[in-house]
């Protein structure tokens, strides 16, 4: 398993950018390749144990991908659990505030199993270009919502 942290920091009170993380329609536009992210059980959004099924299209190839809440904390952590074929992942944000604004940690543990074991060595890479991606689609996306 390999573990990548990477931070961020919006201009955009802790309870805005919470607000936008707990959209699920706002996964859609910030997680990189991202073409479909929906809800597939009962509730709301935020609570431990929602699940959502999602679809990356990387060059065509559309995967599919299973994703669960595993943690909900209003204004301070969101995390989920996934699976994307044979790559496991975990997955978060942690926010805290600074002064009018928020710093947002990123954190990414990518499990590689199957026949993607051969691929663990790069773990580390994919997932910090994954982190890059996703820290600039998010920066992007909360400057652009009202």
């Not at 950018?17 to 073409?35: D, Q």
């Not at 600074?98 to 543990?109: N, P």
Request: net charge neutral; glycine share 8%; aromatic share 10%.
């Amino acid at each position: 398993m390999s573990r990548i942290e990477s931070t961020l920091l919006v201009q955009k009170s802790v309870a805005e950018t919470f607000a936008f993380l707990n959209n699920p329609e706002s996964h859609r536009r910030f997680i990189p390749r991202c073409v479909e992210f929906k809800q597939t059980s009962a509730g709301a959004f935020g609570q431990a144990g929602t699940t959502v099924k999602g679809l990356l299209n990387y060059f065509g190839v559309r995967i599919p991908v299973d994703y669960e809440i595993i943690e909900h904390q209003p204004n301070q952590r969101l995390a989920m659990q996934g699976m994307m074929g044979p790559v496991r992942f975990t997955d978060g944000y942690i926010l805290a505030s600074a002064a009018e604004a928020t710093h947002i940690t990123f954190w990414l543990e990518l499990t590689m199993t199957g026949f993607t074991a051969l691929f663990q060595p790069f773990a580390g890479l994919i997932g910090n270009i994954h982190a890059w991606e996703t820290l600039r689609n998010l920066r992007r996306e909360l400057a652009s919502s009202g």
